[in-house]
């Protein structure tokens, strides 16, 4: 009897989820539509939605007329049922933000990083003020939070602990779950794998099975998406783009090979190879980023050469990514990526097609993100919103089951000045990744 308790209520979570899942991504929806799209009956959905609706997770947004009926009332998932809190910690600063369930953007702290380079114990203290600061910035109470999701450079044991392994930062085993220990279920991936899943759920990626999104910042990675599911790999490492060998035998990486990719187009490495071309004088700025600008608008010819062979190297790396994984789409971002590619997009093309082989990179269009520099850390911010859709809305522990402040007709305070939106209008799209 308990088992067959059990198993009814692991297929009432199962078909939550599937609703909730096609309500969030490409709401709103009526009921009429979602038992097309996923083959349940229009009795399952009216019940299973009706849950949700008293839950106060899904509400009513609108009506559309129907073919000779009654109007159809069209449902989204709630967004101030709850929060979702996504952090990028990268090499120069960690930035911390706060999203309602649209993926409206909230609020947002960052904490800049000395240029030793990110000390964990500093980095954990940095993202435990960032998540208090936002949610008291925006006027949400923190038990309102469903989770907080951490981006990272490197290698993430999807343990408990969430173990990060980031060679470059000199990080060997760094129990960053643990040390970030709080109130609310905290998730750490690899910055480029976060950055992947927002661009598909909601940027260049949306309505395409096979791509690789390519993170170009201080560092260099990939997400590999394959039949609309992130590979990973064996142990969560794939998509270490950035460590493939461009040049044998070339310039020493930070990660101590020599001829990587990221020691020719990783921001860090374009600086260096600019002042070394420059006589030691470094492109002028005080941080990373001001200098990478500043380089890019130079009208020196040391810089359009530094500049130009970039593009070369980058395009080089992206015609292995065709060549090795046959993508639908190449999207370029992270905050050196966009840099570059508002710029020089064509110029990256062209370099592309040079080093492809030519039926696969017939196949493939290359495209910048679409969701800006902030897009690593709104990536961060679906991870425990993953969690929510796969757990069909329904606490894994039942003492967990939300605060009634977040019922029907009760919602926490609003923040003091109107959102920014952050995400794109949704259509169809990939489902949530790993």
């Known amino acids: 009897m308990d088992a067959r308790r059990t198993t009814v209520r692991d297929m009432r979570?199962?078909?939550?989820?599937?609703?909730?899942?096609?309500?969030?991504?490409?709401?709103?929806?009526?009921?009429?539509?979602?038992?097309?799209?996923?083959?349940?009956?229009?009795a399952s959905v009216s019940n299973l939605v009706g849950e949700m609706i008293n839950e106060g997770l899904v509400e009513e947004a609108g009506s559309v007329e129907s073919d000779g009926g009654r109007p159809r009332v069209l449902l989204r998932v709630a967004p101030g049922y709850g929060y979702l809190v996504g952090a990028d910690v990268g090499e120069t600063r960690v930035q911390v933000e706060l999203f309602d369930l649209s993926m409206t953007a909230l609020a947002k702290a960052e904490y800049p990083i000395a240029a030793?380079?990110?000390?964990?114990?500093?980095?954990?203290?940095?993202?435990?003020?960032?998540?208090?600061?936002?949610?008291?910035?925006?006027?949400v109470d923190p038990a309102a939070v469903l989770g907080f999701g951490v981006a990272v450079a490197g290698t993430v044991e999807r343990t408990a602990d969430a173990v990060v392994h980031a060679q470059t930062l000199g990080w060997d085993g760094v129990p960053l779950g643990a040390m970030l220990r709080a109130d609310v279920p905290v998730h750490v991936d690899n910055g480029a794998k976060t950055l992947g899943q927002a661009e598909m759920w909601f940027g260049a990626g949306r309505g395409v099975r096979h791509a690789v999104v390519a993170l170009v910042g201080s560092g260099v990675g990939a997400s590999v998406v394959a039949d609309g599911v992130g590979y990973r790999g064996a142990h969560s490492s794939a998509g270490e783009w950035g460590h493939t060998t461009i040049v044998y035998g070339g310039r020493r990486c930070r990660c101590g090979n020599l001829g990587c990719l990221e020691a020719y187009?990783?921001?860090e490495a374009v600086l260096d190879r600019f002042r070394q071309a420059n006589r030691g004088r470094p492109a002028p700025g005080a941080d990373e980023e001001t200098a990478f600008g500043e380089l890019l608008r130079s009208t020196s010819g040391t810089a359009a050469k530094v500049i130009d062979e970039t593009v070369g190297y980058l395009g080089a790396g992206v015609a292995n990514l065709v060549n090795l994984f046959n993508p639908e789409r190449v999207v370029l971002g992270g905050w050196?990526?966009?840099?570059?590619?508002?710029?020089?997009?064509?110029?990256i093309r062209a370099a592309t097609a040079r080093h492809a082989l030519r039926q696969p990179y017939a196949q493939t269009?290359?495209?910048?993100?679409?969701?800006?520099?902030?897009?690593?850390?709104?990536?961060?911010?679906?991870?425990p919103m993953t969690r929510l859709l796969r757990d069909g809305g329904v606490p894994r522990d039942p003492a967990a089951r939300p605060s009634p402040a977040w019922g029907p007709g009760r919602r926490p305070r609003p923040p003091p000045a109107p959102p920014r939106r952050a995400g794109a209008p949704r259509a169809a799209g990939a489902a949530p990744g790993g």
């Open 336 to 347: 050196a990526g966009l840099a570059l590619g508002e710029r020089h997009l064509p110029a």
């Open 365 to 383: 269009s290359i495209e910048l993100c679409r969701l800006g520099p902030d897009a690593v850390a709104m990536g961060a911010a679906t991870l």
């Open 13 to 42: 979570r199962a078909n939550r989820s599937v609703l909730l899942t096609r309500i969030w991504l490409d709401g709103p929806l009526s009921r009429h539509e979602l038992g097309q799209s996923t083959a349940l009956s229009l």
């Open 116 to 139: 030793t380079g990110p000390d964990p114990e500093r980095v954990a203290a940095h993202l435990r003020h960032g998540l208090a600061a936002v949610t008291e910035q925006a006027g």
């Open 265 to 267: 187009v990783g921001a």
